[in-house]
C-alpha cells in the first residue's frame, strides 16, 4: 500500500518532472531575456511532458513498446498524429463553427474518426494484427496529435496573453491529455485489435463500434463541459469524465502485462 504513496519513485513521474521543468525554465528565460527563438521548444516539452509520462507509465505495466518496431512508432507519432491533425482540424473547422456552441459536442466523433484513419491504414496492412502492437500504435498516434494541438493552443494564448500563460496552457493540457486523447483512442485499439487478433482479419463487431461510440462520447462531454456556457461547478464533472476514462483504458489494457517482445535480430554468423 505504501508503494502507491511513491509515484515520485516512477520513471513515468520523473519524465514528467524534468520535460515540465524544462518548459518552464525556457518560457522563464524567453521572459527574462527576450529570446522567442526558444519558446517552439518550450512549448514541446511542456506539451509533451504528460502524454509521455503517461506512455512511460503504460510501457512499465505492459511493454507494449517492444510489441512493434520502434520506427514505426516513431512514424505514428509523426505522421500518424499529423494526418490525424490535418483530417480533424478540416472537419472541426467545417463542422464545429462555434466551439462555445451545442457544435462543440460533435468533435469527439470528429477527432476520433480522425486519429483512427491512420491506425486502419496500417491494420490494413495486415501487419501488427496483435492487441499489443494495436494500442502501441494508437498510442503513439493519439500522443503525436495531442502534443500538436496542445502546442497549437499555447501559440494562440501567446499571442493573446504572453508566453507565461501560454506555459500555464501547456502546463493544464499536460494533466489534462493523459486522461483524454491517448487513452480514448488507447481504448478503441485495445477493443478493435484484440478482436482483429483472436479474428486474424480485421472486423467491425458490436464491441468494436461501442468502444468507438464510447470513446466518442466521453471525448464530446469533456470538452463540451470545458467550452459550453454551463456554471462554474458543472465544469467539475470532466474530472469524472477524466477518471472514466482512464478507469476503462486500464480495465481493457490489464490483460497487456505480459505483452510479447519481438524477437530481436539474429547475430550475424
Not at 134 to 145: E, K, N, Q
Not at 217 to 229: A, F, K, P
Amino acid at each position: 500500500m505504501r508503494e502507491h504513496f511513491r509515484f515520485y519513485r516512477h520513471r513515468w513521474f520523473k519524465v514528467w518532472i524534468a520535460m515540465a521543468a524544462l518548459s518552464a525554465a525556457l518560457i522563464a528565460m524567453t521572459e527574462a531575456v527576450g529570446n522567442r527563438a526558444v519558446m517552439p521548444a518550450a512549448f514541446f516539452y511542456g506539451a509533451a511532458a504528460g502524454p509521455v509520462g503517461l506512455l512511460v507509465a503504460i510501457h512499465d505495466r505492459t511493454r507494449i513498446g517492444a510489441s512493434v518496431p520502434g520506427v514505426t512508432l516513431v512514424g505514428m507519432f509523426l505522421f500518424g498524429g499529423g494526418v490525424a491533425l490535418l483530417v480533424g482540424g478540416y472537419f472541426d473547422a467545417l463542422l464545429i463553427p462555434d466551439k462555445h456552441g451545442p457544435s462543440i459536442l460533435q468533435v469527439g466523433w470528429i477527432e476520433e474518426s480522425a486519429k483512427c484513419v491512420p491506425l486502419l491504414l496500417v491494420a490494413l496492412t495486415g501487419r501488427y494484427l496483435t492487441k499489443a502492437a494495436g494500442v502501441a500504435l494508437g498510442l503513439s498516434c493519439a500522443t503525436g496529435f495531442a502534443i500538436m494541438e496542445s502546442m497549437s493552443y499555447a501559440w494562440k494564448s501567446v499571442d493573446d496573453t504572453g508566453a507565461v500563460n501560454a506555459g500555464m496552457v501547456l502546463f493544464m493540457r499536460g494533466l489534462a491529455t493523459p486522461f483524454s486523447h491517448l487513452v480514448w483512442t488507447g481504448l478503441i485499439c485495445a477493443v478493435a485489435f484484440g478482436v482483429w487478433q483472436a479474428r486474424g482479419r480485421i472486423v467491425i463487431t458490436f464491441s468494436v463500434v461501442g468502444a468507438f461510440a464510447m470513446a466518442a462520447v466521453l471525448h464530446s462531454l469533456n470538452d463540451g463541459l470545458l467550452t459550453l456556457d454551463i456554471p462554474g461547478p458543472a465544469r467539475l464533472l470532466f474530472l469524472v469524465v477524466a477518471a472514466e476514462s482512464y478507469w476503462l483504458f486500464h480495465r481493457a489494457t490489464r490483460d497487456l502485462t505480459t505483452a510479447p517482445v519481438l524477437d530481436p535480430a539474429p547475430s550475424p554468423a
